[in-house]
């Protein structure tokens, strides 16, 4: 496999070429009555013209009945027109049905929040049942390259690999030892710690996110749980830290226990804001502090034991996207619908109207698209009824960040993802690639991973332009400005 890659300026071009762009023709979006008067996208795909439906509506489309594609094979959603590929294979990337009897194979995004894309779009980390359970694709040929070095990685423990936005080779991650942040080079396999926490924590058995945490934009700012024995408890939780990567220093501490924060179970994660501005715990409710830990806490308008991310709105204010409820809700006004709250002031925004849906179903959140804010992505999951009931099943769909009122934030629909949850392993976990032109989800077609399914990766493509198309040129442009200044190199 060849590694060498030649490197990208923000990476448009990237953007731009992951599809043919044959045509592409909308009528703009009636600011006054909310509606599109039309909005396609086509390409052509082996001599044949496809088309991308943009559908904003909320009817009820069934789930369309389909064998389960060949990987590397496209498929088109029956609905939706959305590009779709099947990334990983058991016989084909030799994976291993799981150690215990009749369960599958398993190739999963293990998470949201977070990106499988490197800072080039050349290569996507997985988990998977073979090897260390980390394992490397080209994400062109969709090629299983390797499974990275049982010497720094483990499947047996989360590792929290998160791709350095500059340099293509390297991810940060930790797990030998388990309290320290660590450095791995995919090119030659070899790896360095970068901080041992110990240093500071000499008791401390553990760091974490939680998976559910991030660093900053620019893979400088980290924030971690510091885990360490007290009254028999070997995980309980002793401090949050922030950690400058650069400077390598930590930039400030809170000791734990606070309320909603003491041990494991109580409070759920940790991470920083996209600027890395903000360290956020994820207790109840969601706390935002400075990284230097030096000012009160605000408060937000959600309980981080569920579902949410971290982004940006369609103005480039830090907020963090989650399903509404009662308990925390100015009013209880989000409850049941979709919100955001800005990290800043602590103000909600309610983004629809009751979401409902069957008993049973959930939802994941994602907000990692760096180069396309102002949109949160949603995959929703549950066991398989007899007859589907509602527009939001077995799907994905993005949900528009705004403040704006008239007219209300749009929901775009994607696609299907043919997932039957039997356990957390089926969740589709969908996620944003980095430059927000690619969706990655997982799903076990229908068969659950405990009763002999294999769960495999697939592989959304988005119409190349849809951030300008839906958002306009101008706004388009001034949030892409806005992120690509977070991202750069400041030191």
């Not at 076990?444 to 009763?451: A, C, D, I, L, R």
């Not at 839906?470 to 977070?486: D, H, I, P």
Request: with cysteine; glycine share 10%; charged share 25%.
């Amino acid at each position: 496999m060849n590694f060498d890659i030649k490197p990208h300026s923000m990476l448009w071009g990237f953007f731009f070429s992951s599809v043919l762009l044959l045509l592409w023709q909308f009528t703009a979006w009636g600011q006054e009555t909310g509606e599109y008067e039309g909005l396609r996208f086509s390409y052509q795909e082996k001599g044949r013209i496809k088309t991308h439906r943009y559908v904003f509506d909320k009817e009820l489309y069934p789930l369309p009945d389909m064998s389960k594609p060949q990987k590397g094979i496209s498929y088109f959603d029956k609905v939706f027109g959305t590009k779709i590929t099947r990334i990983s294979d058991r016989k084909k990337d030799q994976l291993r049905h799981w150690p215990k009897k009749n369960y599958g194979s398993l190739v999963h995004t293990s998470y949201p929040k977070h990106h499988y894309d490197n800072a080039t779009g050349n290569f996507l980390l997985f988990q998977g049942s073979r090897g260390s359970g980390q394992l490397l694709y080209d994400s062109k040929s969709l090629t299983l390259i390797k499974t990275l070095s049982t010497k720094a990685v483990n499947w047996n423990a989360p590792i929290e690999a998160r791709w350095d936005s500059h340099d293509p080779y390297t991810f940060y991650f930790h797990f030998r030892p388990p309290t320290a942040l660590s450095v791995y080079n995919i090119k030659t396999d070899q790896y360095k710690i970068i901080h041992d926490f110990r240093n500071e924590f000499p008791d401390a058995t553990s760091i974490t996110m939680a998976e559910e945490g991030n660093c900053s934009y620019d893979s400088r700012y980290f924030a971690f749980l510091v885990r360490a024995p007290k009254g028999g408890d070997k995980w309980a939780h002793k401090s949050v830290v922030c950690y400058d990567r650069v400077k390598q220093r930590i930039t400030g501490k809170l000791d734990l226990p606070i309320p909603g924060f003491e041990r494991q179970g109580a409070g759920n994660w940790v991470g920083m804001s996209p600027s890395g501005k903000y360290v956020l715990l994820g207790t109840a409710p969601v706390l935002v502090y400075d990284r230097k830990f030096s000012k009160p806490p605000v408060k937000l308008t959600h309980g981080g034991g569920w579902h949410c991310d971290i982004g940006l709105d369609d103005e480039g204010r830090e907020v963090i996207f989650y399903p509404g409820g009662r308990t925390y809700s100015p009013q209880g006004q989000s409850d049941g619908c979709y919100a955001m709250c800005d990290l800043e002031t602590g103000m909600e925004t309610v983004l629809s109207d009751k979401i409902g849906g069957p008993k049973g179903m959930g939802m994941h959140f994602d907000v990692s698209a760096i180069f396309t804010p102002g949109w949160g992505l949603v995959s929703t999951y549950h066991i398989a009824p007899d007859i589907q009931t509602h527009w939001a099943e077995y799907s994905i769909h993005l949900v528009e960040l705004t403040r704006r009122k008239n007219p209300l934030p749009r929901i775009w629909r994607i696609c299907h993802t043919h997932v039957n949850r039997g356990s957390y392993n089926d969740d589709p976990f969908a996620t944003f690639g980095r430059f927000g032109n690619k969706i990655f989800f997982a799903s076990n077609w229908g068969t659950p991973f405990k009763s002999g399914g294999d769960v495999d990766v697939y592989q959304v493509e988005l119409p190349p332009d849809w951030h300008e198309a839906l958002m306009g040129m101008e706004k388009s442009e001034r949030l892409l400005r806005l992120v690509e200044n977070m991202v750069q190199k400041k030191w």
